[in-house]
């Protein structure tokens, strides 16, 4: 049936000779095996070496400081709205009077929790993210034994603390 | 001592001559969870119960109490091997609601990953149906380069497989450097792998022995059954959506559509070799044009997005950190409350197996009131035991790996 002027047939010839007796296809194929032996490995070696991700690889979640070491995540809830797989919970408190130092804004989250096992990575929570607090690392997810370890609380998600890394 | 046990058969069993054999789930040459009760007589397959609801994940409801831009994720697991592309169907539904023209570098920029896709797709298909045959060798080569596909599409969007890519009216950031190089370093690389590919599977004896005429199809069983894609122009019909409704400018390139003639195993194959040429083709048209758009007006090297979709396009990082109008434009968003109009839209895009629609009811809300995907596989499977019947058992495994069932798609 022609629909279209742009159809064009694929080619169905019947096997000439040079096909039917086969041995010259053994040589062709052989010799593309043979030259495959001499190039470049196309794998890694993977836990000593290491293929560099793209910088908006989409990996395992952090949670972000600012310069001076304060949390930036002001629990507005929307990463947690944003999530297709509603993988993240959390739980608001308001910044009390000397914790400044802590929290960047007035209202920071008392527990976030992102669920790994219902996270499918799309990255939306980071893209929802208006204090640029939450994102997604170059790092993949490590494996672990239990269904608990991949329940990731606050600290799992942290980056470490600017300054405290420095004292040590 | 126990006394001795008989096994109590039914007398129609006894009195069968042919055997009933479990062909799945898990069975390694299916590709996927696909269940098959076969009636074997010996090697030839008299009747076939295909069983489907293995990875239904129930899609289409679940659809309807997410907001639009929560639905991307759902289709990326479609047909997982070209995510893009549903993807991109998906982006361009709504476009259609709300009613969006996206600029042409926009439209190009689509075209090329689309068309990358595509090349990925078909070539795990051939190469899944040369391992199927007996041939792994080819498989271990293009896969190198589909991994590169990957990449670019990691360069992009931050993901390789479940990509989760573009956003509607465009993409979520401009192509970077680095994504230019890799597609380019693709278009110089893939023409050579390919045909390094061809020479070890289009002629070859063996090869062609095995797949002409296993598992055929007629043109108007196919067209019965709706089949759509690679599976309907290698049963001679030149149906493609791409030119028969142009979406995303592809009106503005030049490409074949090649058709096969029996619908059998080598003419799907060799419509999908041929396909790939034609991707070639329209990601290096596409990149020409994108050239000849960023020398005439250099500002087209920042569009990503169309202007007037602001309003469903999330608005910079920036400005969300630094105004307070596009602070709050940006949750009103994010809470999926922006107006999208009520109605009723269907589009479909070529999908690398087929037509991938979109049928999307909008009564207005922030969610879809209904939304059914078309999926191309689904329709494929209902014609299986229809198409394998009388034919030999190891056919029956090439026919299904040649008519690329993929088991997210065959179940949404």
């Not at chain 1, 043979?34 to 949670?63: M, W």
Request: proline share 5%; charged share 25%.
């Amino acid at each position: 049936m022609k629909l279209t002027n742009r159809a064009v047939n694929i080619n169905r010839d019947p096997m000439t000779f040079g096909e039917k007796i086969y041995i010259p296809a053994i040589a062709k194929g052989l010799s593309i095996t043979v030259g495959h032996i001499f190039k470049k490995k196309a794998t890694v070696q993977y836990p000593e070496e290491k293929r560099p991700f793209s910088p908006v690889f989409r990996g395992l979640h952090v949670l972000n400081r600012d310069e001076e070491g304060r949390e930036r995540c002001t629990a507005c809830g929307l990463c947690a709205l944003a999530c297709p797989a509603e993988a993240i919970t959390m739980e608001a408190a308001e910044r009390k009077a000397g914790e400044e130092k802590l929290y960047r804004e007035e209202k920071y989250a008392a527990k976030y929790e992102i669920n790994m096992l219902r996270c499918i990575f799309c990255g939306l929570c980071e893209e929802a993210c208006p204090k640029d607090a939450v994102y997604l690392s170059e790092t993949v997810m490590p494996t672990n034994y239990t269904r608990s370890s991949f329940i990731y609380k606050k600290d799992d998600l942290l980056i470490p603390h600017p300054h405290k890394q420095e004292s040590k | 001592m126990s006394e001795q046990q008989h096994i109590q058969l039914a007398e129609e069993s006894l009195a069968k001559q042919s055997t009933t054999l479990n062909l799945g789930p898990t069975h390694p040459a299916t590709h996927g969870v696909f269940q098959n009760i076969m009636e074997i007589d010996g090697e030839r397959v008299l009747s076939t119960e295909p069983t489907i609801g293995y990875i239904h994940r129930a899609f289409e409801k679940i659809a309807e109490r997410r907001p639009y831009y929560q639905v991307t994720p759902l289709t990326d697991r479609l047909n997982y091997c070209s995510a893009p592309i549903n993807n991109m169907g998906w982006h361009m539904t709504i476009e259609k609601l709300i009613g969006i023209q996206t600029p042409k570098r926009v439209d190009y920029m689509r075209v090329i990953i689309m068309e990358l896709a595509r090349i990925a797709d078909h070539l795990i298909c051939n190469s899944v149906v040369a391992v199927d045959t007996g041939a792994l060798t080819g498989f271990t080569y293009v896969f190198q380069w589909r991994e590169l596909i990957y990449e670019i599409y990691e360069e992009v969007c931050g993901s390789r497989l479940t990509t989760n890519i573009g956003r509607v009216g465009g993409f979520e950031r401009n192509f970077t450097q680095v994504a230019w190089e890799k597609i380019n370093k693709f278009m110089d690389g893939f023409p050579k792998v390919m045909r390094e590919f061809e020479a070890l599977l289009n002629r070859n004896r063996i090869f062609m022995e095995r797949c002409i005429d296993a598992g055929p199809i007629s043109a108007e069983r196919a067209l019965n059954y709706s089949f759509t894609g690679p599976n309907l122009r290698a049963a001679g019909v030149d149906y493609d959506v791409r030119v028969a409704q142009p979406y995303s400018s592809y009106q503005d390139f030049d490409f074949k559509i090649p058709v096969g003639t029996t619908g059998d195993v080598y003419d799907r194959y060799m419509v999908r070799n041929d396909e790939i040429w034609e991707s070639y083709k329209i990601i290096e048209q596409a990149l020409q044009k994108i050239a000849a758009l960023e020398k005439e007006d250099p500002a087209q090297k920042h569009v990503f997005y169309a202007p007037e979709s602001d309003k469903y396009h999330l608005p910079p990082k920036e400005d969300v950190y630094t105004k307070m109008e596009a602070l709050i434009y940006h949750f009103k968003m994010i809470m999926g409350e922006i107006a999208v109009p009520a109605g009723e839209v269907y589009h479909g895009v070529e999908g690398a197996n087929g037509e991938v629609g979109y049928y999307l009811i909008s009564d207005g809300g922030r969610t879809p009131y209904r939304l059914h995907f078309r999926r191309p596989c689904f329709i494929y499977y209902q014609a299986y035991p229809e198409i394998v019947a009388g034919g030999l058992l190891s056919d029956a495994i090439i026919t299904l790996s040649s008519l690329n069932v993929i088991a997210g798609e065959l179940d949404a």
